[in-house]
């Protein structure tokens, strides 16, 4: 792994160059260099610079991953002053769940003022199958990544549900993860339409009962839409 970061940055700074300079300029195997450059390859970071040679130059992928970075550094600034609102309007706490990888993370809080609250660490994961994020993001997912985040397709009770989550726009778990809990979270959209994370509603389920849903999902759904720069890509 180091030898390929080492690979990367020497193509970084000399493109376009090719496996014997860039062996020279690390003083190493030229085989251990081509072995980095074919990872590199095979995975998106380079390719092959314009002209009769094969030397190598940077994709647009090092471009791309700055813009989400940025995008979701910008998003959370962004969902601060609507997860403060959330709280205020609901009295309960209010939540930024951001994709990473195979999971959900909790990127930012807004915790009740309630002693007895539902309030998560930042960092804490939110499981994609029974959490409310989960539940909000998989259905505008392609089958694809619905298996890769699950491990497996939705069985049948799951699809139903992530049907219902497309129909009304977000999703309502109560237990799940935690008991005696219910969220309420609704998918934020990329401009291109892909679904980035979630903003949700925790609570005591005594508290955030039944008769509270349609009050609070309205909400949160409404900061949602505030928060996306696009519109679910067609499925």
Known sequence: MIRVLEVFEAIAAHQPVGVSALARLLDADKKAA?????????????GVAPGPTTCREL????????????????????????????????????LLTLADNRNFVVADI??????LNASPNIGTIASPSNSATGRAVLPFLSPEKQIAMLGTAPGKELAEQFEATRLRGYAIVVGGPMEG?????????????????????????ERLSHQHHATV????????????RGLPAAS
Do not use: N, Y
């Open 34 to 46: 081509q072995r980095a450059i074919v990872t590199l390859a095979e995975t998106g970071w380079i």
């Open 59 to 94: 994709t647009a992928h090092i471009f791309a991953l700055a813009c989400m970075a940025h995008g979701k550094s910008d998003l959370r600034a962004r969902a601060k002053k609507e997860l403060d609102t959330l709280r205020d309007k609901t009295g309960e706490t209010a």
């Open 110 to 115: 807004a915790e009740s003022r309630h002693i």
């Open 181 to 205: 809990v219910t969220s309420i979270a609704a998918p934020i959209f990329e401009i291109d339409g892909r679904p980035i994370g979630s903003i949700v509603v925790a609570g005591p389920t």
């Open 217 to 228: 999902s309205s909400l949160v759904s409404e900061a949602a839409r505030k928060l996306s």
